[in-house]
């Protein structure tokens, strides 16, 4: 059976930037990824930000020889993004769409109407299951006041959730995407800490890439200064995480991100760094070095969950006053239509024709509709908190439970994992 | 082992019928339901249609100390409608909403506003895992021009793709609910052969109920006769599906419903009849029964597939229809506008007050946001029917490819399940 696995395997990840008609030189762009993937033959290829189909279908075509299996999902207004390109055989696919996903009405950040996902395909790597996910989370405008920091936080408790109960039988878990979150932040170390998922930056033998590991680089032709404030060099938001199994070992030999210009072309791939990670396979000897996290993990496991189900608490009350305000304005737009009822009966209303009277009750309606629609969406979006903080809350009591036991038991080497 | 663990296990599950304001006799039935329960103290129950959460809240009360361990489900506007009581330990629990649901405009059917999903917790029952699914599908209105055929189809795949990717490490998988359909219908076709689930009324030992197992009765004090039109006797639509692993093999002792009437009380529980199963567990010894299903099986997952390949592919069609008449809509109010907009400059204008014009423009806006909505969920639902006929196709090709290999090797023991 070793003979005849591969050792290696190499996986692929951009953010294309693919917004037609607003991305910069977008057709010129995708010509250059559809070279550079024709070249470097990948195993693994997972695009984010492929926003129209028909590029897809541009790189599909150009890509058939060396990467026969594709898998694009589709989803929410515009599609999900991603794309998936991949030499070995695509067995199987399956979309999770995140519950939250901002407001259809910030139309000028708009990622509500990407349906932002994470995607699973399942790959016959020459007979290991390489359950390989790709996705998406909402974009941070503002650091200092980000509105949307509880949307992401339930975004990566899903992504985790997701990973986690979908993981199972496979032989290696490969997580690549657009997270939106610099390393520390609190999504990403929630992911981390409860998939078990490692972050081939950090694992990596050999680094080629910009500084820290950047893939927003002010270097880039594409970035727009304001965007990196205060981090002037760059952040690292793009990532490919891996993990084994109990049956396999898996090692990132090296790293690498494209900097920003590319040599004989006169502009980079994308606005985001591209990554290229070389996976090397192992078969695993020790069964439960996958499967198994001291009393120290499980504690940092329980602290990371409570830090999130705050901020998820933090973002019901926002969201609760916002269907607050929408309900306030359903009733205004009631009263006001009362008003206008009085008048049209009342014979004093003369000084007001019945079209100045129709076109105020036009307003109304209209005042009347957008607020039910936004205290529906808002009711929504606490639906969705709600099940969040509940299945949190699961989670947080499951692994007390465990805390508990281990240290009754003065154990060190159970497992502290849920799923892991 | 085996001494510590369970041999039995006794599911219970019930369409509630609990729209509050709607339902008739709802606070007395769920007096009633949590009498039951609490005297019967199932293993796990499983609910439905418990849309409101002071209803929830009120069986949580009355059953919290033979059920001590509880998860509600939250979703959509008006909640998924699942709950689950249990007298082991919820571990964990996952959501999953249906991408496809209904139309929101479609109020007296209203199903798009309850976020129907499947809820999938994980209990500890003694030592075993079981995955223990909740779901309930779009309801059939009309079965000879059935409008949500294709809703309903993209929801039984994303359930048996949902139950798939996250049974696998589970030592048995139990799946209630209110399916919406027949046994023979496509759908229940489509989830049982890919899944390896089992009903348990075809598997049962013993059988105490309605006739040929119905769960919607024309003897039921609610149920309205034209519901069961042309199936006088009743139609079976809930169901209580089981599936053992590698390590467990289940078996379903015996299966019986609420046959309407209640004695000693003026009405059923409900307008669905209660389904209980009593499950036996036994440790298995032959490891491939649940993983293996020779070339017959493939086949027929091969026909289902297409069936259901067809079936989307014609929501496909109809729903792009529905997207072009959207767009009508749209440009039907464009050109209105501009036409107002014509005659407000036009000196001949003066025989139309510009309130009357204010008016007319206040109407065209509201069509154009109709149809600017319509055009949005439309092209959302084309995205999700799309993705499916790809996972579809996937899964075909997979099929395929197992079929062609088995034929050639002559085998007749392969695994063909793709993930059973």
Known sequence: MATERPSRLRV?????????????????????????????????????????????????????????????????????????????????????????????????????????????????????????????????????????????????????????????????????????????????????????????????DTFDGCEDGHTLIADNHFTKNHDLVPFEKGIRIDYILMKGSQRMTVKCESLSTTKGPVADKPFPYSDHEALTAELTLLHSEDSRQHGSSGPLAVSEQMDVVTEARAVVKEGLCQTEALRDRAMRLVLGALLLLLLLLVMTFLPCSCFCSYSTLGLLGAVCMSLLLSGALLYLLFTTHIKVLKETEDQMMLTSNELQTKLTGCRLSGSSSFDGSPEL
Chains 1, 2 share one sequence.
Request: aromatic share 12%; glycine share 8%; charged share 20%.
């Open 12 to 204: 692929f990840s951009l953010n294309c930037w693919g917004i037609r008609f607003f991305s910069q030189l977008c057709a010129e762009r995708y010509e250059m990824i559809g070279e550079l993937l024709g070249r470097e033959q990948h195993d693994i290829v997972l695009l984010q930000e492929v926003w129209s189909e028909r590029d897809f279908l541009f790189l599909k075509r150009k890509l058939s020889s060396c990467h026969p299996h594709t898998h694009y999902f589709k989803s929410g207004v515009i599609g999900s993004g991603l794309a998936v390109f991949s030499r070995h055989r695509i067995q199987d696919a399956l979309l999770y769409q995140y519950s939250l996903n901002g407001y259809p009405y910030m139309l000028r950040h708009g990622d509500w109407f990407g349906g932002k996902a994470v995607g699973l395909v399942i790959v016959d790597v020459s007979g290991l299951k390489a359950h390989v996910y790709v996705t998406h989370l909402h974009a941070e405008y503002c650091r200092a006041q980000d509105q949307y920091l509880s949307h992401r936080t339930v975004q990566s408790w899903e992504l985790l959730q997701f990973v986690r109960h979908t993981s199972c039988g496979a032989d290696l878990v490969v997580l690549g995407g657009d997270l939106n979150m610099h390393p520390q932040d609190l999504g990403n170390r929630l992911l981390r800490s409860h998939t078990g998922l490692r972050d081939c930056y950090t694992e990596t």
